[in-house]
């Protein structure tokens, strides 16, 4: 007899696992939806007549449907311009900036120097430093050097490397044995070799996979090129898109304001789902090893 009422008891329970299992991924689905559903909102808006969207009824099928929205932003418009100068302070700042900060966490991982350790603190304390409390300095200082009508301002801090990328490619190297170090010393090794023939192997995926974020970081970038930036004819993507925003909103053209969002996202997007197992892995990595 008790042995049936402990088995009871196990159904019992198990019935009830299952009964909050169900809920809590229906409280789940609700929140994905509502956090998905502006996205999909905005991609269905972008096909829209500005008639359908001031309507006030509400519909996610556009009628009629209209693409000509895309070719008005991509050829009709400074949008490629915005993309072109997007890139342009993508490519050496994640070049360059990758580079020296995969060798400054091969520096903080494996050699071994006086104050190391206190430098390296002092390069994560500035982690915990706004962006808003540098602003304005770093606003003067490049006025000053009268480079504000370029995307100097841009590039420049990134070429010295990224506090974020250095900490998690010098967590990745944590698991790396000393013993490479000395046996590429007994081989005669320099440093520099050290760092390229044996280590940036080893990090290759992580470096890649901080890249990526730092390349949709510098992407979606508003506030910097905003203030930096004086010069209409160096503003990003994200700037382009604010002055799409007010130029078209007098007349609610919402729709290619949707269409301009659209293409900005898509990037990121696709590169996000061809990585984002690596994206995981590399954070999974860099915050268990210490």
């Known amino acids: 007899m008790a042995g049936n009422k402990d088995l009871q008891t196990s159904e019992v329970k198990t019935k009830k696992e299952k009964r909050i299992d169900v809920i809590v991924f229906i409280l789940l689905s609700l929140g994905a939806v509502a956090m998905v559903f502006p996205l999909i909102y905005m991609v269905c808006a972008s096909f829209m007549t500005k008639g359908q969207i001031l309507s006030g009824k509400f519909s996610l099928i556009p009628r009629p449907f209209k693409s000509g929205t895309y070719h008005e932003v991509i050829f009709e418009s400074n949008f490629l ?21 995969s060798l400054a966490a091969f520096s ?21 430093i706004p962006f808003a409390v540098i602003m304005i300095p770093q606003y003067v200082m490049f006025t000053r050097w009268g480079i504000t009508d370029s995307l100097l301002p841009l590039i420049l801090p990134g070429l010295f490397g ?10 990745n190297l944590t698991s790396v044995p000393y013993e490479f170090v000395e046996a590429a010393k007994i081989d005669g090794c320099g440093y520099f070799k050290m760092y ?33 930036v004086a010069n209409d004819k160096w503003h990003t993507l994200q700037v382009v898109i604010r002055q799409f925003n007010s130029q078209y909103a007098v007349n609610s053209n919402y729709p ?11 990037p990121t997007l696709l590169l996000f789902f061809f990585f984002q197992r690596f994206i995981i892995e590399s954070m999974a990595i860099s915050g268990v090893k210490g």
């Open 256 to 266: 290619l304001i949707m269409t301009a969002s659209v293409l900005a996202l898509i």
């Open 108 to 128: 903080f991982s494996k050699l071994r120097f006086k104050g190391k350790g206190g430098i390296f603190l002092g390069l994560l304390a500035t982690m915990m």
């Open 162 to 171: 990224n506090v974020s990328m250095i900490f998690f490619l010098r967590q």
């Open 196 to 228: 390229y023939s044996i280590f940036f192997p080893l990090m290759k995926g992580a470096v890649m996979t901080q890249i990526i974020l730092w390349f949709m970081g510098i992407w979606n970038d508003y506030l910097a090129p905003t203030i930096f």
């Open 81 to 101: 311009q915005g993309v072109r100068n997007t890139m342009l302070v993508e490519i050496p700042v994640l070049i360059v900036g990758g580079f020296t900060s």
